[in-house]
């Protein structure tokens, strides 16, 4: 599969994930590294969140854990300038099938296209140098906290929206939708703990 320029907007994200994934039954995790860039580290949380949200695939059990680790095993190696994203093989080759990552996408292009019209570069710092670590720390405490959520009823919604807002902060160097995502990251912690308390 060719590899693909580095996306500039979440429209661009599920472009490519459509183009280079045209012809398959099934899509494998090393696919969509492929179809958005092997050094692309934001499009990766924001496929991470998407993927969460959206219905038949969100929706199986262990996808939200297994995006999780995905989100993980991309941002842990962020510090370390790595030229392509590693994942362990056995992760790499989990599918799902083609048709339900196509109504996903579906699902998500119309509301994609009205977020592209309101992203711009704004507040930088925070998607930028020593900020861009902290956006990334932040993720991962969502992406850690994924397994849990699959306990608490639609609290893997919240915690999917909010690696999609990160995901898009990074992607379009858009610090707003950063400090959405932290907002959207506390209320969903908050629900997971209160939820699993009441268990």
Request: proline content about 6%; some cysteine.
């Amino acid at each position: 599969m060719a590899r693909s320029q580095s996306p500039a907007s979440l429209t661009d994200v599920l472009n490519l994930l459509r183009a280079n994934t045209r012809g398959q039954q099934q899509v494998s995790i090393g696919d969509v590294l492929d179809a958005v860039g092997q050094r692309s580290f934001g499009p990766v949380v924001l496929i991470a969140g998407l993927l969460t949200l959206a219905p038949l695939v969100g929706d199986l059990p262990g996808v939200p854990t297994l995006l999780g680790l995905l989100v993980l095993l991309t941002l842990v190696q962020l510090p370390f300038q790595q030229q392509s994203i590693w994942i362990p093989s056995h992760l790499s080759r989990r599918k799902i099938e083609r048709h339900k990552l196509t109504k996903g996408l579906d699902w998500i292009e119309k509301p994609a296209r009205f977020i592209d019209r309101w992203t711009s570069q704004r507040l930088t710092w925070l998607v930028r140098g020593p900020g861009r670590y902290l956006t990334a720390l932040i993720c991962m405490l969502v992406a850690a906290a994924l397994p849990a959520m699959e306990l608490v009823p639609f609290s893997a919604n919240g915690g999917g929206l909010a690696l999609t807002l990160f995901g898009i902060a990074l992607v379009a160097d858009d610090g707003l939708f950063a400090l959405l995502g932290i907002l959207f990251t506390g209320g969903t912690l908050w629900m997971v703990i209160s939820g699993l308390m009441g268990l």
